[in-house]
């Protein structure tokens, strides 16, 4: 049975790459979750372990390959500005994040959940993306309202993750899973910042984007606006404070 839905869901991105002849594997298997899982959104993102201030290589780094709408998008860069959620959990354990009522996760993720909540978002699924014991970055999604997935749409969610991993490993092909420069995504933007700003404090990779999440959480602004800001130099950082 699991077979024959994987054979039906493979063949139905080939026909929606047939049809949208310039879209990616992976954007088209976010496309068919929002059509076959009764999900508002869908978004898929890449993920790599960069080596942290204390040498543990815990700081996930992130670019956006394909999100479905503006929540699905807004919900990927607010996990990285809070630096927390079913995406970063998906990656670190290796498991599916399945959250059918999101309002009842603020004790997890509490700088999270009631931004993400504002957002639209009243149920959350993550399903890390990976190949054997590597992982890759994630697959997210949201729906506007309450309630779990059934049985066949967690088993369809899993054979869609499961192509869409093939599609970053396409999309990989001739760059390094920690070289995020082939995404056409302004988090690529937020590792050159954080680079700057940690010569500014003379601190730690870790500290950098702390300081970095922090504005961003304090000012109600994204990650990727406050990183541009500071390679545009029109934002810098003190040992104390922020200085424009």
């Given at each position: 049975m699991v077979e024959?839905?994987?054979?039906?869901?493979?063949?139905?991105?080939a026909s929606d790459g047939?049809?949208?002849?310039?879209?990616?594997?992976?954007?088209?298997?976010?496309?068919?979750?929002?059509?076959?899982?009764?999900?508002?959104?869908?978004?898929?993102?890449?993920l790599s372990k960069t080596p942290s201030g204390n040498g543990d290589g815990s700081t996930p780094s992130r670019g956006l390959v394909h999100a479905t709408n503006e929540i699905s998008a807004g919900l990927e860069d607010l996990q990285l500005t809070v630096g927390e959620g079913p995406c970063l959990d998906a990656f670190a354990t290796g498991g599916p994040v399945l959250i059918s009522d999101l309002a009842s996760a603020t004790p997890r993720w509490p700088a999270f959940t009631p931004a993400?909540?504002?957002?639209?978002?009243?149920?959350?699924?993550?399903?890390?993306?990976?190949?054997g014991v590597v992982r890759l970055g994630s697959l997210d999604l949201y729906r506007?309202?309450?309630?779990?997935?059934?049985?066949?749409?967690?088993?369809?969610?899993?054979?869609?993750?499961?192509?869409?991993?093939q599609g970053v490993i396409a999309?990989?092909?001739?760059?390094?899973?920690?070289?995020?420069?082939?995404?056409?995504?302004?988090?690529a933007q937020v590792h050159q910042a954080t680079g700057m700003v940690q010569v500014q404090l003379n601190s730690t990779t870790d500290v950098a984007l702390m300081r970095l999440r922090g504005h961003a959480f304090t000012h109600n602004m994204s990650l990727a606006d406050v990183a541009r800001q500071v390679v545009d130099r029109s934002l810098r950082f003190t040992d104390t404070e922020d200085e424009q």
């Amino acid at each position: 049975m699991v077979e024959n839905r994987r054979q039906r869901m493979q063949a139905l991105l080939a026909s929606d790459g047939a049809a949208h002849q310039s879209a990616s594997a992976v954007s088209l298997a976010c496309e068919r979750c929002v059509l076959e899982l009764a999900v508002s959104g869908a978004g898929a993102t890449v993920l790599s372990k960069t080596p942290s201030g204390n040498g543990d290589g815990s700081t996930p780094s992130r670019g956006l390959v394909h999100a479905t709408n503006e929540i699905s998008a807004g919900l990927e860069d607010l996990q990285l500005t809070v630096g927390e959620g079913p995406c970063l959990d998906a990656f670190a354990t290796g498991g599916p994040v399945l959250i059918s009522d999101l309002a009842s996760a603020t004790p997890r993720w509490p700088a999270f959940t009631p931004a993400a909540c504002d957002l639209g978002a009243a149920a959350v699924f993550s399903f890390p993306l990976q190949v054997g014991v590597v992982r890759l970055g994630s697959l997210d999604l949201y729906r506007d309202t309450p309630g779990p997935l059934t049985r066949i749409e967690l088993a369809d969610a899993l054979i869609l993750s499961d192509l869409a991993t093939q599609g970053v490993i396409a999309d990989l092909d001739g760059h390094r899973t920690e070289d995020v420069s082939w995404l056409a995504d302004p988090h690529a933007q937020v590792h050159q910042a954080t680079g700057m700003v940690q010569v500014q404090l003379n601190s730690t990779t870790d500290v950098a984007l702390m300081r970095l999440r922090g504005h961003a959480f304090t000012h109600n602004m994204s990650l990727a606006d406050v990183a541009r800001q500071v390679v545009d130099r029109s934002l810098r950082f003190t040992d104390t404070e922020d200085e424009q």
